[in-house]
């Protein structure tokens, strides 16, 4: 079975692009998440949606960074403009019946913001 | 305080020696408690759940002391597969009525030397 699928895997810009991340759940499952870590701040979520519906963004950081989930097998992380301070390494996870399951992550992309 | 946190270590030890790790956390109504491990560069992956009761899993043992507010593990017969970033999980109420998350710790690194 497929896990969850994130694309880029590395991506490498400059201050001020817009960057978008991608992701595709597991099949079935009604959780995802969006989290992003670093060495300094660990892992740390940034946004869940159940069935589609942002439930909690109290993470994001700040209003460069927006996310939407158009459809159950596919989500976007869309940071503009992108800041230096924003590299790090971001992970889709996704899970079946509670937020507070197991959650599946994806391999992650890795951005760099020059 | 912090939610949920953990000595970083790092933890260098001899194949087949014990090793022990604690996690303290700060929300007394947490009711779900992981430990997930996170090989360098990959995803963190789900190494086993702890409950109340206190759990093994082959040569992993978790714990969990509800009146202190920590929770271990335990590994037996260290090998060099174990090498890698051990993260303390601990679930929390988010920002919105009803919400929960993961919270994760930074991480206990672990390095089993030859």
């Known amino acids: 079975d497929a896990g969850v699928i994130q694309s880029p895997r590395h991506e490498v810009t400059e201050m001020g692009q817009e960057v978008t991340l991608r992701c595709k759940p597991i099949?079935?499952?009604?959780?995802l998440f969006w989290y992003r870590q670093t060495m300094m701040r660990g892992l740390e979520l940034l946004i869940y949606?159940?069935?589609?519906?942002?439930?909690?963004d109290s993470g994001m950081p700040e209003d460069r960074f927006s996310a939407k989930m158009p459809n159950a097998s596919f989500s976007t992380l869309k940071i503009q403009p992108s800041e230096p301070r924003d590299s790090a390494v971001y992970f889709c996870?996704?899970?079946?019946?509670?937020?507070?399951?197991?959650?599946?992550f994806g391999p992650g992309t890795r951005l760099t913001v020059t | 305080r912090k939610e949920v946190e953990q000595d970083p270590g790092p933890f260098n030890v001899p194949e087949g020696a014990t090793v022990a790790f604690n996690c303290t956390y700060s929300?007394?109504?947490?009711?779900?408690f992981f430990w997930y491990r996170q090989d360098c560069r990959k995803e963190p992956k789900l190494l086993m759940s702890?409950?109340?009761s206190g759990n093994e899993d082959g040569r992993f043992t978790a714990q969990l002391n509800r009146a202190s507010q920590y929770i271990s593990l335990l590994i037996r017969d260290s090998k060099l597969s174990d090498s890698a970033t051990y993260l303390c999980?601990?679930?929390?109420?988010?920002?919105?009525?009803?919400?929960?998350?993961?919270?994760f710790g930074k991480g206990t690194k672990l390095s089993v030397i030859p």
């Open positions: 996870a996704s899970s079946l019946s509670r937020p507070d399951h197991e959650q599946y």
């Open positions: 099949s079935g499952h009604d959780y």
């Open positions: 949606f159940n069935n589609n519906v942002p439930i909690d």
């Open positions: 929300n007394s109504a947490s009711q779900s």
């Open positions: 702890v409950y109340s």
């Open positions: 999980v601990v679930n929390t109420a988010g920002s919105g009525a009803g919400s929960y998350q993961l919270t």
